[in-house]
Nanobody, 121 residues
Framework: VQLVGSGGGLVQAGGSLRLSCAAS????????MGWYRQAPGRQRELVAF????????NYADSVKGRFTISGDEAKNTMYLQMNSLKPEDTAVYYC???????????????WGQGTQVTVSS
């Protein structure tokens, strides 16, 4: 499975960006997909995730009400709509796909290459 993230850029505070993550290869056994971010000097943190099929979503408290995660199964693409961006949202954003094998419940995942989001004040 290959994940290709895109859509990052430079935006002023209060602006919006939409990130995309296109998945290629087999998504059989896909459990969920998510967006993580890592700012300089900080640990990577979960921003949002969406279950396969889209029934369940969850967000970090810092982005609730501003970010929306969604997926297009026909295109094997996940999105993160980011509104009301703040300077503290500046980070490299990574997409992640989490898989689980039926039967033995073995978990494994894949990462995209990361896309830079910079929010100026």
């Amino acid at each position: 499975v290959q994940l290709v993230g895109s859509g990052g850029g430079l935006v002023q505070a209060g602006g919006s960006l939409r990130l995309s993550c296109a998945a290629s290869g087999s998504t059989f056994n896909l459990l969920a997909m998510g967006w993580y971010r890592q700012a300089p000097g900080r640990q990577r943190e979960l921003v949002a995730f969406i279950s396969n099929g889209g029934e369940l979503t969850n967000y970090a408290d810092s982005v609730k009400g501003r970010f929306t995660i969604s997926g297009d199964e026909a295109k094997n693409t996940m999105y993160l709509q980011m509104n009301s961006l703040k300077p503290e949202d500046t980070a490299v954003y990574y997409c992640n796909a989490d898989f689980i094998e039926s039967g033995n419940y073995y978990r494994y995942d894949y990462w995209g290459q990361g896309t830079q989001v910079t929010v100026s004040s």
